[in-house]
């Protein structure tokens, strides 16, 4: 057990819909990541919060938003669904976020189907 | 952009041969290079990391190897065991400025009896 939780486990929903993911980050981890894994694909950057801030982007779609809250947890928000958008979801944590880089913290993943 | 590639895609070996994964990364202000392990249904596990300042890692079976100069990194696994079999990430970043945690594309081990 990483320590890292992620809700919902599974999500299927339809096209256009919109649906949230919540991460609960390892106590005391400061940051926050979130990742995109599609069917043999590898992890997909998408965006990186450190201590409520943004600190980094990747290839996030304007269609999706993530913000973290002041209890240091994150939701990921998916909008206008697309079938491409099907993939496993992860949020990983980590202590630091600025000069120290270490280990990431993988939650178990979030499996979105979109029909 | 940062960008790390991973070889190869797939790799097959017997119980007890040794396995070897590739990687090479864009951005030469890395400076951090995680190997992470995901097993069947479960998030990335880290399982050894090299800092620039070092050559080579070593932990029981598996070690690292760093060559800057080249922007590749190694991972090999010893006397391997099914149990090895998994998908293998290798990923850079940076402990200064803007911070990414870039992942290679993934190397799936198959280790057979």
Redesign the interface.
Known sequence: D?G?TQTPKHLITATGQRVTLRCSPRSGDLSV?W?QQSLD???Q?LI?Y?NGEE??K?NILERFSAQQFPDLHSELNLSSLELGDSALY?C?SSVA?????G??F????SRLTVL | GENVE?HPSTLSVQEGDSAVIKCTYSDSAS??F?W?KQEL??????II?IRSNVGEKKDQRIAVTLNKTAKHFSLHITETQPEDSAVY?CAA????G?????????TRLKVLA
């Open positions: 990483s890292v990541y990742y694909q590898g992890l950057f990186q450190y600190r980094a990747g992860f990983a976020g600025g000069q120290n880089t280990e990431l993988f939650g178990e993943g | 991973q400076n951090y995680p992470y249904g479960k998030g990335p596990q880290l990391d990430f970043s940076k402990t200064s803007t911070y990414k945690y870039i992942f290679g594309t993934g």
